[in-house]
């Protein structure tokens, strides 16, 4: 109680600067982090978890050129790069922080003058309908994007709500001012990426249709529905496509002009208008992932009216709700400006993917209902289930059991029969390694947040999932314990994340008193000591005979046996078994030493470029903050002698790997993942091992932090005594008492209370 | 009563064959019937207007050769002909007759010995998986069709439902048996016609999927259940398109093998048995408009058990049924055999285009419910409009009204918001010429087959279509009163028929009490006079400045504004205004004679190469009876005093066109219009103008014929003293008195009752 008031006091004297929802939380969020190098998010506007993110796109950039990939493709994962000085459009769907892209479906952009149905090349923007644009016309906020496209002197407004996009466009006085509707442009295009597109003109302002890909997705078709607030005068398409039969439609003579119906592979539309000085107009767009009657009706019941402003104050309030479940205080603006754009992050995805109807297409490409959920896609689960799926089973926990009900969803429609592994818009894209659903599964089990038939239904989909014999090597770790180098790559990476995916099962087992899975998947757990050579100190790969591999280099990352990350980061991928790692690796001095050389190391630049995903900021020392394997590594310290230097590594890497500008992120942000590690360590703990129901305590960077649980409950954080040089933590006190431990159980955080921190700049 | 005791004493001591219920009506149909050469037609099993056509194809003409046309492609628009000597396999859906084509979906062949996965050079079956056949080990019925392949002496059997094949293969023993399940293979196959393929193997003994065309139907896409009596031991496929992308599922290694889901554009799939000495494997294979779950749901239903004899039964009973509907005597089983054939060939389609619980993919592209009537497809317009739907409206009325019931949801659905001109699988083709579906509502409507707020509706779809300005020249039309050549090709025909159309929508009109419509509609149906020149005697092309084309050949079709028909048959198109049309041509004797010159005249062969679609049998002197828009012409002599002309030619057609023969018709079937032509000829009548109300008389080929309508009545025909030169008609007696106007209405069909005609083999 005394602490209680104390703290009143100390919040009403403190100079450090209040997160309220006065003002509204979305204030500290700003869209444009990460939009530079790396970061690979997107500026637009979106809702919390919603469906279409409508933002620019700068360029685009082919997959292919000349047949051959295109690095520059890279950068455009999210469609905009900081740097460039030029907007293509607007287009409704695109991924945040991912390393590997889809989606930039159904660019939208407005001109005027002479009609340009091709975007143009880039640095000369009056050669096609794409816009030179400056940062000092630019507004990105959350669930808001305004930019003025300079071309034309085209003020673009958008916002959001979650299965629509809300356009405004002011004109300047013209009779020949257009939309363009651009169908032919993604996000990672390659050469033969649309496979069908379909427009249709129902009346002279609504406009349907699809477009049908292969790519990451192999077999994708989102619909649309498009309403504009003025009737257009005249429209037409342009077919860029070789089309081998055009058939009777040729009865018809020139369909390019106010021809009611459109399909082809590669198709833009443009809709002309008269407008008058400083005119808007309008569009409302919709996404519907089963018909356009469902787009239709998704429009209709999301943006009944033409109130732009309603609905972008909609959407900034439902992003100041989510934003307001942690509500904290910290020494500077920018500390908040990273904190609740780590928060907005975090909560740009896994994506609604359903009609308001409850309808969504499955991963068996039928139509399904989700009836008593809400389905979501976008599952990046080799970033997520470390950090992100954790965090939201804590301070999202319906969604996130609606998560884990897609997935269960998604198993069900499975031809494979498996969770999903990176799955988006009723795709599994197979992206990167492990069968890490299972792990969210488990650490939403085995927290309580998934009971009675429907988490044995879980664990039993889990278990389908890990026995996928001709999964990625599978077969062979289930025979030899191990996968084998020379049968399946990357051998090292995927048996250490199998080891740990499974004692994820193991744990929702015991949860759920299934002791044969239990058993069973913990024998599995162990498989992580097949692959640590002692006599080098390091994971390594070894072949199907049992012999460790001759050539290796724990620097480098091609062919030695791990993706994305070296043996320096990834041997240390034993999560659930710390101790027997150490124990393995000589002791806890040794691994203290051990993780200060990797620290501390140089990386030569020809490794670090194998590592992907990273700008040079993304490193310290030899330690890859930049992705995800090592996400874990600085809460190592913790299971040894010297827990201090988990705070001070903490507190160094939420100093230099987050920024709030631009290139504030060191690496992608992987659909939250690096967000959410932000918001975990700023807290003061994080989950090393997810179902695990520990979160092992670091130093938090917030001055106080109060997070509001869905059952009522708070957990009121303090770091006493917090200030710049104070990241070390003499004693952490939960509800009165000290604590003993060096972690917090999911239980101390979901029974709320006050969890301080005593602060100091002195290591023990 | 006296006749009817007298007909019953004819009956029993004539030598006619009699068609009767005892053995069944199908033993009378002979699906090889126009199966040679030019008719189009399919042999393989289906059920009355079935959504499943499981017929054999013989070759696989691709639709370019060097990105040139394939003339071979046109032969092979229903997959099979009778000349070829192998088989490629059985695929499911088929046109009946068609002049341009489509489909071919899901070949399915069984072989044993090593895999082929390619169907190899016609000519050398043992090339690839199409075999050997010959006619001795064919049997083609109603309902079901079994061959002997040859190469690996496997006997094939089909039959099937309206939404499901039926496959019965009795193997040889074998270590090697397979099934090929072909996805690229097609009729009317342009190099790029596939978008996309998917198949989900679901398990050891189903597989589902979709094939996803872009060809005469732009976006067309169809689903698939299949489902074998034994389990596979292994499976595979094979990708024979490049793919651009592969993404992560490399992480799988082989895919070929036992991996249950495959996507691309062109892919066969193969399933693995072993198989005893006759061991017979069966398949199901149901369709679905809607998705994959729709069409296991509509396999389940309709092909509950694995007996193949009961589906089989089924189909026919089923037959037998329809058949029955017209029980007609005959002069010789030949006689009977063409009659029954034709009722067969006229019973083909339309086509059931919905699951077993409604649902069906509208020409909007989405998934719409058919609330109290059954969606149907294939609408050959151009063609059916003339005597199939009026034969359905009198002895399928049910069906007939459902069918414009489907033309009215196409309407609403439609992107122009037209009625169908030649639709099908939720697609507009565009073929041909006209807005015959207006004459098919209007024949319902005025016949009162439709009628109230639904026939209201209907005359507004047809209106709203007949002033489509964008279409195929009906601006011009409209504020011309005739199609300009210069400004659209066969300019001539089109005026002539949407002069006829808008007559039959003024009788709906009339019927209606809308008489603002019926004199507009009437005014336009008087167009054809524009385009007739008095000088030459013909209907003859205009410029848009209102002159006559300089150049004109009445015996050419092609650059003389017509198509498919030349001067000669074309000019004689006013079926609403046959006295007009005589009095312009110099009146009735002058009339007549024009119309013997026709029949006699001799066409050289460099003209008739043009009119398409039909053999050298398919034309009397100069007449075309082999294609569709003579096909009232016969009938034209009732206008003059020479009407034993009519019965004359008709018998002479009924005699020559069609024969109870493989090459037993002159001309493509063109879904059923051909036969329906032959039906209504048979009975003695014939719909010269639809939505008249009026059938000619002609002179019946039947002995007697018992049409059972669908109000309980029944209309017996009676040829009294009929025989092979008892052509003419001395006297026709309606219900016992004799009747003194040489046309019969709707209602005189329809009250039932009884009509004699009176034969002799001397004319007036």
Chains 1, 2 share one sequence.
Request: charged share 20%; aromatic share 12%.
């Amino acid at each position: 109680m005394r602490i209680f008031l104390c703290a009143v006091v100390l919040f009403a004297l403190s100079s450090s600067v209040v997160a309220q929802a006065k003002g509204g939380y979305s204030q500290y969020v700003n869209p444009l982090i990460g939009t530079r190098r790396m970061g690979h998010t997107y500026p637009g506007a979106t809702v919390p978890f919603g469906s279409v993110q409508l933002s620019p796109d700068t360029d685009e950039q082919p997959h292919n050129i000349g047949g051959k990939y295109n690095p520059e493709t890279y950068r455009y994962c999210a469609g905009y790069q900081y740097d460039d000085t030029e907007i293509v459009g607007f287009s409704h769907t695109h991924f945040s922080g991912t390393g590997h892209s889809d989606l930039g479906d159904f660019l939208v952009m407005p001109t005027v003058g002479p009609l340009q149905m091709e975007p143009g090349k880039k640095g000369d923007p009056k050669s096609g309908f794409r816009s030179a644009f400056s940062h000092a016309n630019e507004t990105a906020e959350a669930g808001y994007y305004k930019v003025r496209l300079d071309d034309d002197n085209i003020l673009a407004e958008v916002t959001a709500t979650t299965r629509a996009g809300f356009h405004q466009y002011t004109f300047p006085a013209s009779d020949d001012a257009h939309i363009v509707l651009d169908l032919m442009h993604g996000i990672y295009n390659y050469d033969d990426k649309n496979v069908w597109t379909y427009v249709r003109v129902v009346n002279d302002h609504t406009v349907v249709g699809f477009r049908q890909t292969n790519g990451w997705a192999r077999t994708r078709i989102v619909y649309f529905a498009m309403e504009f607030s003025k009737p257009f005068s005249t429209y037409g398409f342009k077919e860029f496509a070789k089309q081998d039969y055009k058939g009777f439609w040729r009865k018809f003579g020139d369909q390019s002009k106010n021809f009611p119906e459109m399909a082809g592979k590669q198709l833009r539309a443009h809709f002309d208008f008269k407008t008058a000085a400083s005119e808007k107009i309008k569009i409302k767009f919709a996404l519907s992932p089963v018909s356009t009657d469902g787009a239709v009706s998704n429009l209709r019941s999301e943006i009944p009216n033409w109130d732009f402003e309603k609905v972008r104050n909609d959407a900034r309030a439902g992003w100041d709700r989510e934003l307001g479940k942690i509500a904290v205080t910290a020494d500077s603006r920018d500390d908040l400006t990273n904190f609740y754009t780590a928060m907005y992050h975090a909560f740009l995805s896994p994506t609604v993917y359903m009609d308001t109807d409850g309808r969504y297409k499955g991963v068996d490409q039928n139509i399904h209902t989700a009836k008593g959920f809400t389905n979501y896609t976008t599952f990046s689960l080799w970033d997520t289930y470390r950090a992100l799926h954790p965090l939201l089973n804590i301070i999202q926990p319906t969604r996130n059991r609606d998560m884990v009900r897609s997935m269960m969803a998604h198993q069900e429609q499975s031809p494979e029969h498996m969770l999903p592994v990176w799955s988006h818009y009723a795709n599994e894209n197979w992206c990167m390694i492990g069968y890490h659903s299972t792990s969210v599964v488990a650490d939403a089990i085995a927290t309580g947040n998934l009971t009675g038939p429907e988490a044995n239904k879980a664990l039993d989909a889990a278990v389908q999932t890990a026995k996928t014999g001709y999964y990625d090597g599978l077969e062979y770790y289930m025979k030899l314990g191990y996968v084998p180098e020379d049968k399946n790559s990357s051998s090292v990476s995927k048996t250490l994340e199998y080891a740990y995916d499974d004692w994820a099962i193991a744990q929702a087992a015991k949860k759920l008193g299934r002791n044969a899975i239990y058993t069973e998947f913990l024998k599995r757990s162990e498989n992580w000591k097949n692959v640590y050579d002692p006599t080098v100190g390091f994971m390594r790969p070894k072949d199907s005979s049992g012999k460790f591999l001759a050539k290796f280099d724990p620097l480098k990352t091609e062919g030695q046996g791990f993706i994305e990350g070296n043996a320096w980061n990834y041997s240390l991928y034993v999560p659930h078994d710390v101790d027997g790692m150490i124990a393995s690796m000589g002791g806890r001095g040794t691994f203290s030493q051990h993780l200060d050389q990797l620290f501390s190391m140089h990386l030569p630049d020809e490794f670090f470029a194998e590592t992907e995903d990273i700008t040079r900021d993304g490193i310290i020392g030899g330690y890859i903050h930049g992705n995800e394997p090592a996400h874990h590594v600085a809460y190592l310290y913790d299971w040894t002698s010297d827990r201090w230097k988990t705070q001070e590594r903490v507190r160094m890497i939420l100093d230099h790997q987050y920024k709030a500008a631009p290139d504030g992120l060191g690496g992608n942000d992987d659909c939250g993942q690096m967000s959410a590690w932000y918001i975990f360590s700023a807290l003061g703990f994080y989950p090393v091992a997810p179902s695990s129901g520990r979160y092992m305590l670091g130093s938090p960077a917030v001055k106080t932090a109060v997070l509001k649980l869905e059952n009522g409950k708070t957990l009121t954080i303090e770091a006493r005594g917090q200030g710049q040089k104070n990241v070390y933590v003499s004693k952490v006190i939960l509800n009165g008492q000290e604590l003993s431990r060096d972690f917090l159980t999911y239980s101390d955080i979901a029974s709320g209370g006050r969890l301080v921190f005593q602060m100091t700049d002195k290591h023990l």
